[in-house]
């Protein structure tokens, strides 16, 4: 583990030679200890004082399971949530992930500063950590989006499978209106950049940038679901996109990504991975 100056120090050379502030920027840093749990105080509270000297954003995990609720109560007589507020990890330009275990004054917190919420649904039921309470999220205004947390506990990472798993985990306890594809969907994209700060991007419109993912309607999955679309990407098994445009760029056509020679790159990966495996 590096100390806390060298990782203060790392910090701001990350933000100094890599952040763009430009709109339509696809390189921004953000600065992300771990979780309030796993660092010091002082480390998280430095740590806010940098990203809001350089203008960047603050992400950490928060209230994810019971085990940190318990800690936190225990270590710092506070409950996740509490907690993070004092040490000044709320307002417009922080997002959390998770957020499982939370009270309705928790949910008016969040509402109330702006603090934004990144959902993980997979990586949630992955690791039996709980349902976050999303439909509270939205109907109280919070800014909420979709994430897939990390590979060692989502395995696909595929935002589409994560708006899927959204909807559903907010209709397992019995209420059908717990969420609607279009919110869902609405999570992946305008919910996304409303919780990352951005207005440059998230949806089709003059301005923004020329950001959009097409699906073939005519394949076997889609089959009977032509006369509402956007339900159907959302209710069937999620399928790989045909088309991705990113700022005017093209980098999926027809399935295949356009940027990098796949082939040479799973069988790195494989290669890597047998050696970590095998000690």
């Given at each position: 583990m590096?100390?806390?100056k060298t990782?203060l120090?790392?910090?701001?050379r990350?933000?100094?030679?890599f952040h763009d502030?430009?709109?339509?920027?696809?390189?921004?840093i953000?600065l992300?200890?771990c979780s309030?749990?796993?660092v010091s105080?002082?480390?998280?509270?430095?740590?806010a004082?940098?990203?809001r000297?350089y203008g960047v954003?603050?992400h950490?995990?928060?209230?994810?399971?019971l085990?940190?609720?318990?800690?936190?109560?225990?270590?710092?007589?506070r409950?996740?949530?509490e907690?993070?507020?004092d040490?000044?990890?709320v307002?417009?330009?922080?997002w959390?992930a998770?957020?499982?275990?939370?009270?309705s004054a928790?949910?008016?917190?969040?509402?109330?500063t702006r603090t934004?919420i990144?959902?993980?649904?997979s990586?949630?039921?992955?690791?039996?950590s709980?349902?976050?309470?999303?439909r509270?999220?939205?109907?109280a205004?919070c800014?909420?989006?979709l994430?897939?947390?990390?590979?060692a506990?989502?395995?696909?990472?595929h935002l589409?499978?994560?708006a899927?798993m959204a909807?559903?985990?907010q209709?397992v306890?019995?209420?059908?209106?717990g969420?609607t594809?279009?919110e869902a969907?609405?999570?992946?994209?305008?919910?996304?950049?409303?919780?990352?700060?951005r207005d440059?991007?998230?949806q089709l419109m003059p301005?923004?940038?020329a950001?959009?993912?097409?699906y073939?309607?005519?394949e076997?999955?889609?089959?009977?679901?032509q006369?509402?679309?956007l339900a159907?990407?959302?209710?069937?098994?999620?399928?790989?996109?045909?088309?991705?445009?990113i700022?005017g760029?093209?980098?999926?056509?027809?399935?295949?990504?356009t940027?990098v020679?796949?082939?040479?790159?799973?069988e790195?990966?494989?290669?890597i991975?047998?050696?970590?495996?095998?000690?």
């Open positions: 590096e100390d806390e990782i120090a790392e910090m701001q990350a933000i100094e030679i502030p430009r709109p339509y920027a696809t390189t921004r953000a992300a200890p309030p749990f796993s105080p002082d480390l998280m509270r430095e740590s004082s940098l990203a000297a954003h603050l950490t995990h928060l209230a994810e399971t085990d940190e609720e318990r800690f936190c109560l225990e270590r710092y007589g409950r996740p949530v907690y993070a507020e040490l000044g990890w307002g417009s330009d922080v959390h998770h957020c499982v275990h939370v009270e928790e949910v008016q917190r969040f509402a109330r934004g990144c959902h993980c649904p990586s949630n039921m992955r690791l039996a709980g349902i976050a309470p999303v509270a999220y939205m109907d205004g800014r909420v989006g994430g897939v947390d990390g590979s506990s989502n395995d696909s990472s589409l499978a994560e899927r909807l559903l985990l209709r306890g019995g209420n059908p209106a969420m594809a279009q969907l609405w999570m992946a994209t305008r919910g996304g950049a409303a919780v990352l700060g440059d991007v998230g301005g923004k940038a950001d959009l993912v097409g073939r309607l005519g076997l999955a889609y089959a009977g679901a006369h509402d679309p159907a990407l959302v209710f069937c098994t999620p399928q790989q996109a045909d088309l991705v445009v700022n760029r093209v980098v999926v056509r027809d399935g295949q990504l940027t020679d796949i082939g040479p790159v799973v790195r990966h494989n290669r991975s047998r050696a970590l495996v095998n000690g």
